[in-house]
């Protein structure tokens, strides 16, 4: 699924890119699904970084990266555990093999 930046509120570090390259990597022919959501991980976690230099640079006293792993983790265990339909449909989708012969 597509994620809009409008989506994700506009004071808080995007996640949306991550969606987005997350869902094209299922959609590659061959991709492995677990490198798909290791990569996901990843720049969710890079995001989190982010919202934490967001939070010191406005003076914030709370500590965002904590909840935002917690986050992390949920979303990553959600993929993993929950994404195979939708990896199975984006790579059905994406390994077309052509019929019959070459026309090279």
Same mark, same amino acid.
């Given at each position: 699924a597509?994620?809009?930046?409008?989506?994700? &509120?506009a004071? #808080?570090? $995007?996640v949306?890119p991550? +969606?987005?390259? =997350?869902?094209?990597?299922?959609?590659?022919?061959?991709? &492995?699904?677990?490198?798909?959501?290791?990569?996901?991980? *990843?720049? #969710?976690?890079?995001?989190c970084?982010?919202?934490e $230099?967001?939070?010191?640079?406005? !003076? !914030?006293?709370?500590?965002?990266? *904590?909840?935002?792993?917690?986050?992390?983790?949920?979303? =990553?265990a959600?993929? $993993? %555990?929950?994404?195979?339909?939708?990896?199975? %449909?984006? $790579?059905? *989708?994406? +390994?077309?093999?052509?019929? !019959?012969p070459? *026309? #090279?």
């Amino acid at each position: 699924a597509v994620v809009s930046p409008q989506s994700t &509120g506009a004071y #808080l570090p $995007q996640v949306a890119p991550c +969606c987005n390259t =997350h869902d094209v990597c299922y959609g590659t022919c061959g991709s &492995g699904k677990a490198s798909c959501d290791v990569q996901f991980r *990843e720049c #969710l976690g890079r995001v989190c970084g982010s919202a934490e $230099q967001v939070v010191r640079a406005v !003076g !914030g006293k709370f500590d965002v990266r *904590e909840m935002c792993d917690a986050a992390v983790n949920g979303v =990553h265990a959600v993929v $993993q %555990t929950g994404g195979c339909p939708a990896y199975r %449909t984006a $790579q059905k *989708e994406a +390994c077309v093999c052509a019929s !019959g012969p070459s *026309e #090279l």
